[in-house]
């Protein structure tokens, strides 16, 4: 009974969603219980919808920035034919991606890649689509849209996945660096609650009766709480929108 749930081992893993992306601790088999991946998979939909929205390609080479754990990186992969590098700049989320690339028989297919953002040193003209979802504001749109246009190649794609405020000054930045707006579109704004936070919260309140004796398990689900009380409360702050773009 209570020995599985013994705290072993404490690692870092990032909240997945468009809430500060605050960092916490939280035990292995905690991380495992809570499987947000399972909920943020439920809005790989959406990253069907976007890739749609680009011309058939042969065997694209894809960067995927900010890639966590890896969602979106293993729905591009079933999605496409091409080659796909995940990369982020947290070690035990790409570990979790890796294990997830091992299971889905990629490994020939996806690379994970532990470096910063803000330091990409792939040769220019390296891809011929850059995907990024829920990582941009750590950069900022501006200047993600600016330094990494030169990894794409000659008419190549970014699609990026952000925050829906300052859409207006974000359109106009589309063109002033450098690129076609293919198309947009918002998620529906209840689409985050129903799909993610929603149903997480429905675990997070099932744990909390099955750790009710674990007064440092409790801590962690209250602070996940307050977390999804947030976004209860303005759920307009958590809508997200899809860009998706060609290099000029
Ligand atoms: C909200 S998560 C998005 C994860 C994934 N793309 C998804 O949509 O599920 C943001 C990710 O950005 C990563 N990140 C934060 N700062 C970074 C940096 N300087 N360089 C690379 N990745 C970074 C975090 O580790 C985290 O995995």
């Known amino acids: 009974m209570v020995s599985s749930h013994k705290i072993l081992k404490l690692t870092e893993i990032a909240v997945i969603g468009y809430e500060e992306d605050a960092k916490e601790s939280m035990p292995n088999n905690l991380v495992f219980e809570l499987d947000q991946d399972h909920f943020r998979e439920r809005l790989n939909k959406y990253t069907r919808k976007a890739f749609q929205m680009l011309p058939k390609l042969e065997k694209p080479r894809i960067l995927d920035i900010g890639c966590g754990s890896g969602v979106p990186t293993i729905e591009l992969t079933r999605l496409s034919d091409g080659q796909i ?59 993600g849209l600016k330094e990494w246009k030169r990894l794409l190649k000659p008419n190549g794609f970014l699609v990026v996945h952000d925050e829906i405020k300052n859409i207006t000054k974000k359109l106009k930045l589309i063109p002033n660096c450098g690129y076609n707006l293919l198309g947009y579109f918002p998620l529906p704004e209840d689409a985050w609650w129903i ?54």
């Not at 990409?120 to 504001?137: C, K």
């Not at 398990?217 to 860009?243: A, G, H, M, W």
């Open 85 to 143: 590098i995940g990369l982020d700049i947290d070690q035990s989320l790409l570990d979790k991606l890796n294990k997830k690339i091992e299971e889905e028989g990629f490994t020939n297919r996806v690379k994970t890649v532990k470096c910063s953002m803000f330091e990409i040193n792939f040769p220019d003209e390296s891809f011929d689509i850059i995907w990024t979802e829920g990582s941009i504001p750590r950069i900022g749109f501006e200047k």
């Open 195 to 248: 799909e993610y936070y929603g149903p997480l919260e429905k675990r997070i309140q099932e744990l909390s009766i099955k750790y009710a004796e674990h007064p440092e398990i409790l801590r962690i689900l209250d602070k996940k709480k307050e977390e999804i009380e947030r976004v209860r409360k303005n759920p307009r702050n958590y809508s997200s929108i899809f860009f998706i773009m060609q290099k000029l």
